[in-house]
């Protein structure tokens, strides 16, 4: 790929297409019987897994199917991954080698051995037997070479790294502390392809359950016609602004991250359009490609959708998919504000002209953005009240109703569509741009909303499952696919119907091949990654990774989440995000929250697993791999490696978001209510807005050092009001641990303690210290010490803990202490939230002082304006 781009030529569009598939779908497309072969084997895993999502599935498929789901699931990954994926660049395209028909039929056969030999793993109790160990092997070193061709080779050489690992653990060559004993050939197969904890672990379920379902909707989606669509809406809106195609190509791809899980397919989709107007208006080809690879990457933390991690994370974090997005929600928004803002600062200080005639004020286009947000918002809000009147009306026959009423709404809105003609994409090297008329447009797509408003309902309202609420969505537009063609032909008044169903017949089947070959890489990394997470829960190597990462860290706790963010970013230059992902929060997760407790700080996981993910994203931005940036170069023709650091500098903000939500949770809007959640947005916002102008160097006028400094000061004032305030005024006060269970006991329902425990490692022996995080529950007065499992027992000066019961709240938090040493486990502090100013109280220093920046800029732009208003 660099070959390509490194002689500062565009790709054509044929090129950019290639890339795309070869990167995200495969670059083998086989013509003939055999491309017929693989479609159709394309077609029926996409149906498959549509019926395996149905609330009939139990009607549809047999239990032994739906059991064994991921066996399937893999079987068509790797089955289609060898048909896809050539073995080397020099290997043929358009014909598909024997050796990669028995690969692909064995590596089909061996990920189905556990389906077809279920009745003798289950009476093995799952352990491998011998010829199981050996199938097993084979099967893991397929899987490796189909991750190798779908992935790139760092996915399989980090596996392999990890599986060598569990076997020569015990070998002299392997430092002392991640040293262990091994594991023999049989318990390793058995772990990593027979049970449920390597290969068809979770991340497997995950992508079985919930992605295929979101790529298929996202593939249908954009054969429908809705990428074109969003993309001239994002056009009409904001092209006529300065830097208005850099703006464009922000909300533009914000948009279509709905559609395309793929940030290298997003660059490109947008970025064919984008880029050139982007070059058009001033911005400089690198720079022009980092605007569109930063706006693409960041699709991926846009809720609802959010990419495959964030299912993950509702497994790995067990909290539902609605708080994920919640929790998600405000970093991703401000963070695309941002950006914008960015664009902005930069068509500003360049002095860059506008495209077209058009003039809009920036109010005026604000207003209208932010009015169709909000009417979107309100209708997926609104949604749920016709639904519970038609409920209460008939509840026998309340589904057929709401059928019948989103089919009126969407033949209406089709009605609408026939009026104006089918939106067609334009050619940004044109010598006169004409931007699209919002007024004029708006009709032709109206109806790609609904299969997104049936989608966010059944997420947010009916809080369904994600896999069942993709179900519905995608069913409806399997309806539309059919159906929108032969529809506008009847208003138009055609007499072409038989060709328009005809081709909507093909645009869906394409539209199902679509799905599942963009799923083929993702099925084989959630796989994967299962042997790296298989690895940890076998050999115990997280806790070995918590002891070495505090020893490099010195316990401190800023130095250890930038070595996570670090670890991230190293493993990003060669994996997916979904795979870094499952890699590092397999590993680091754990440790970020243990060490934090030892430190003071409760970090809640889900706050943990969204900084990792959020540096993860940054793997197709990170130089020198960076693939979203080697795309973008490909279609600007500028140099990669250059448009990889600038979009790495447009992207400090979604760097600096991370380290901010793990110390303010309120980012997260994690026990944040209406009034203060519409507050914490507000300053977010003004923060990012400020640290981004800091950052830039630009502000009002060009920022002198020290205003940029501070800049970034009141951005920290803004993020971490509660910095400053607990410097005046300590957070907590000291009771004696004399008095914990006592005051425990009496305390109000809500009330919080922070509990510090001392006492023996379990494996080491030494003395470690834990924070734990006491609240109050409804429990009776008197047994609340028992409910929670802290039993205390004075001895002489010290106050020591018992080993709490199995299951109650404490015992797995206590597992890796020694009860029953020599020394005692210890309450060695106690501290209650004490009375405190309200924190906000440091937006108004924060406040003042930024207009205080804000009155020296002015002052500065207008003698600059006077200036350049006399002539020479």
Known sequence: MADKTSGGRALTEEELQDLVSSSDAGARNPAGSVGTFLAIVAIVWSLFQVMLASPLSNQLLPGSVINNSRQIHLAFAIFLAFMAYPMLKSSPRHYIPVHDWLLALGGAFIALYGYIFYDKIVNSGGLADDTDKWFALVGLIILFEGARRALGPAMAIIATIFLLYVFFGASQAVPDVIRWKGASLQKAMSHMWITSEGVFGIALGVSTKFVFLFVLFGALLDKAGAGNYFIKMAFGALGHLRGGPAKAAVVGSAATGLISGSSIANVVTTGTFTIPLMKRVGFSSEKGGAVEVASSVNGQIMPPVMGAAAFLM?????????????????????????????????????????????????VKTVVGMLSFFLVFAGLCYGSQFPVEAVTAWAPSSAGLIMTAIVCGV??????????????????????????????????????????????????????????????????????????????????????????????????????????????????????????????????????????????????????????????????????????????????????????????????????????????????????????????????????????????????????????????????????????????????????????????????????RIYESVALVFIAFMLFRPDFFMDRLQPPFEDIAPANFAEKVESAPVGREFRVIVSGPDFDTGETKETTLLVPIGDEAEGTRMEAYGLLTVEEGDEITLEEPLFGTPYAETFQGYDFYGDEFVTVKAVKAPADQMPKELVFLPALLFLGLIILLQRGRAGKEEKQEGVPA
Do not use: C
């Open 314 to 362: 509702v497994e790995y974090v067990g909290i539902s998919y609605v708080e994920v997005i919640t929790h998600a929600f405000l970093p991703a928004t401000i963070s695309y504000i941002a950006l914008v803002y960015i664009v902005h600062l930069e068509a500003v200080k360049n002095n860059m002209p506008t495209l077209g005639d058009r003039e809009v004020s920036m």
């Open 410 to 703: 969407y033949i209406l809105l089709l009605a609408l569509a026939a009026q104006v003609p089918d939106l067609m994409p334009d050619d940004p090297n044109a010598e006169h741009v004409e931007l699209p008329v919002i007024g004029e447009i708006y009709k032709a797509g109206l109806y790609y909303l609904l299969p997104i408003i049936v989608l966010v309902y059944f997420l947010m309202i009916e809080q369904k499952s994600p896999g069942l609420s993709a179900f519905w969505a995608t069913m409806l537009l399997f309806f539309i696919l059919l159906t929108q063609k032969p529809l506008k032909s009847i208003f138009r008044g055609e007499n072409d119907m038989v060709n328009a169903f005809r081709d909507g017949v093909v645009d869906l089947l394409q539209g199902l091949i679509d799905g599942a070959r963009n799923m083929i890489g993702i099925g084989l990394a959630t796989a994967t990654a299962g042997v790296i997470v298989g690895t940890v829960t076998l050999t115990g190597v997280g806790q070995v990774m918590a002891n070495l990462v505090e020893f490099l860290s010195g316990g401190n706790l800023i130095l250890m989440l930038i070595m996570v963010a670090l670890l991230s970013l190293i493993l990003g230059m060669g994996l997916p995000t979904t795979a870094n992902y499952i890699v590092v929060s397999s590993l680091m997760a754990g440790v970020v929250v243990e060490l934090g407790a030892q430190s003071g700080l409760i970090v809640p996981l889900i706050a943990v697993h969204l900084f990792v993910f959020y540096f993860g994203i940054m793997a197709d931005v990170t130089p020198p791999v960076g693939l979203a940036s080697f795309a973008a170069a490909a279609v600007s023709g500028g140099d990669a490696i250059r448009t990889g650091f600038i979009a790495f500098f447009y992207s400090l903000r979604t760097v600096a978001l991370p380290f901010v939500f793990i110390f303010n949770t309120d980012l997260l809007l994690i026990d944040v209510g209406w009034a203060q959640g519409i507050l914490v947005f507000i300053t977010a916002t003004i923060a990012i807005l400020v640290f981004t102008a800091g950052t830039m160097g630009y502000f009002l006028t060009r920022s």
